[in-house]
């Protein structure tokens, strides 16, 4: 029968639960599928005010980072949540985060997005981890993100490091009965003593980088005795298996009614316990390797140089290169037979995301495409949100999605380089998160762009939460030094239609730097205040 | 016992209500339960999935291997049949009858006949028996009330699911997609004679 303490909690749940119960004052993030659960969980969750934790959006991933880091020094727990791009925003902070160590315990969730269902890239978190030399937690159940949500606090007050928690979509987005334990008070207020770690002039910085490097041994030390990583024993050594997250779950799946027979290690936890690998490789012929995501692990263990074929995965393209795995795809990898016999009918047709019917986007869109037939070609920079569908028929309005913040900076240089007329469509979530500086360039050289800041109001593409400067936008780019006579608002609706158009042309024209707030609020997530 | 149901349809016709409902009824009997959603850009009208699979045994990978779901449960005749990979032989294939259309959406009689090619299928207009209970967007639980008579997680386990799922939102709620979910579980009955 039913568990009490058993709740059905998402991947991502399960880490804002396990945050909690661990005594957190500070979750800070930017929202990014497949990371934006773990803080709407915790704004929800009644504990959250009860305790006063914080929970708010912050403008965006580096923001978030340094606010966590803040309180880290401060002597109290925070989590900084954020999606795998996020981190790039986030890692002058997050890798020299690492320099400095912390103080209350910090964790960095990031979810990876392989097969891109929402993403620019498949970008493996774990390399960051590496790169900035700190343990990563790579949980394969929801169950584990949550035990290893907690673990990793212990473990990052305990090495006074920050710990990078990695999720990957499937397990983010999964839910899964979740056994819940005691809760923990928050940490108190104790700022460090040994407060110049956190002054990385060079002459500091050279010191904790050093340390940083020594330290090493040490973590791997810890993984090795980690309870996170298993040597899991078996009777056919002609092959050993390394399956690392999700990934075990995916082998395990093979292993339903016959148990596994090849020697297997069970990865959690980096750096890489490397004790156990050793055995792994002493033991077997061959060592199959199964991670989601980059080849991380596999690059690490086998030979690039003079391959001897003796560690298999992706590399050895006995695994994917690229995209998400399932367990039909590591049962071939086994050599097991797969049942694959019906295939989706023909008339099957494909249904791509479009933005909603009553979208603002549309009208947007609709006008700028009928300025193409009077100004002939244009090109418009875009980049994230739900715009980006407007790459899409019908409209095929946009040029450009390279990543967040990039739509104004790149109709600037394109300006710079001649292109005219260069326009940039930005969200109002994504302009707060990375528009304002791009767009500070271009007031100060004062480029022949326009920028159009379709704002609806909220950050919709991942579900409607709050954004930065709601009712602010004019003001900021006034503040920018916009000038007044080229910062217009419209409110695009068919009715509007001439008028707008009519707007958009003459600003156009400018040559100087024009912004044109277009404003209706999102169909879909909008609330009235 | 165990169930391996892909639920499937366009974002926001309300797959993961279903999904909640079969995952909370499968925890209030104890039994181990993986779900796996879409969120993000593909919530934006495009084609929704949810792969679901309840066990007494614990459960391995989130994601169903193709060829071993027991049900597909569609709120949308093409998407139904956009996983029937994943079909076992003896599977059934359940889906809402009224299309959500795209510009290149396929004739309905060629939908229908590809449909019932399963010999396991229960195609009922679920939009009308939804309106019938008071509001057409139930009509997500005529579906899963269709589908419930070859699902080894019991009924009552699904009605406490819905009681769970639905509760928060008022007595009227939980009457009405009841009430959705048993007319979809009538006209499957009756199809199956």
Known sequence: MKNPNIKLLLGDEAVGQAGLDAGISGFYGYPGTPSTEIITYVQRAKISKERSIHTKWSVNEK??????????????RSMVTMKHVGLNVAADAFINSAISGVNGGLVIAV?????????????DSRFYGKFAMIPVMEPSTQQEAYDMT????????KVKLPVLLRLTTRLAHSRSGVITGEPKDQNKLNPPDDTHRFI???????????????????????????????????????????????GYTYLMDNYLENKNPYPTIKINQYPLPKKMIRELFQQCDKILIIEEGYPVIEELLRNNIFD??????????DLPRTGELNSDIVAK??????????????????????????CGHRDLYDELNFLTKEIGKRRVFADIGCYTLGALPPYEAIDTCIDMGASITMAKGAADAGIFPAIAVIGDSTFTHSGITGLLDAVNENSPITVLISDNYTTAMTGGQDTAATGRIAEICRGLGVEEEHLKLIVPLKKNMEKNIEII????????????????????????? | MQDNIILAGVGGQGILSIAAVLAMGALSRGLYVKQS???????????????????????QSVLIPKGHANAIISVEPMEALRYVPWLNKEGWLVTNSEPYKIPEYPDLEDLKVELERFSNHIILDAGKLAKKAGNKRAANMVVLGAASPFLSLGEDAIIEGIKTIFSPKGTRMVELNMDAFNYGKEIAIKQVK
Do not use: W
């Not at chain 1, 997005?113 to 890239?121: A, F, K, L, R, Y």
């Not at chain 1, 907690?150 to 007050?157: K, M, P």
């Not at chain 1, 010191?207 to 973590?219: I, T, W």
């Open chain 1, 308 to 317: 001897d074929g003796k560690v298999i995965g992706k590399l050895s393209g």
């Open chain 1, 200 to 246: 990385l002039l060079p002459s500091n910085a050279k010191g904790r980088y050093a340390s940083l490097v020594d330290m090493q041994p040490e973590l791997v030390e810890i993984s090795e005795n980690s309870k996170y990583n298993k040597f899991l024993p078996g009777t056919d050594s002609s092959l050993g298996i390394i399956a690392s997250g999700i």
């Open chain 1, 333 to 358: 990898a086994l050599g097991m037979k797969i049942v694959d016999d019906l295939s989706i009918p023909d008339i099957v047709k494909g249904r791509p995301p479009a933005m909603c019917v009553g």
């Open chain 1, 150 to 157: 907690r673990y990793a606090f212990d473990l990052s007050e």
């Open chain 1, 111 to 123: 979810a990876d997005d392989p097969s891109m269902h929402s993403s620019q890239n498949e970008q």
């Open chain 1, 63 to 76: 923001t978030a980072m340094e606010e966590a880091l803040g309180m880290s020094y401060a002597g109290k």
């Open chain 2, 37 to 59: 959603e879409v969120h993000g850009m593909s919530q934006r009208g495009g084609a929704v999935q949810s792969h679901i699979r309840i066990s007494d045994k614990e459960i």
């Open chain 1, 505 to 529: 042309k003459n600003e156009i024209n400018y040559q100087g730097v024009s912004v044109i707030i277009a404003q209706r609020e999102c169909v879909k997530f909008y609330k009235k205040m």
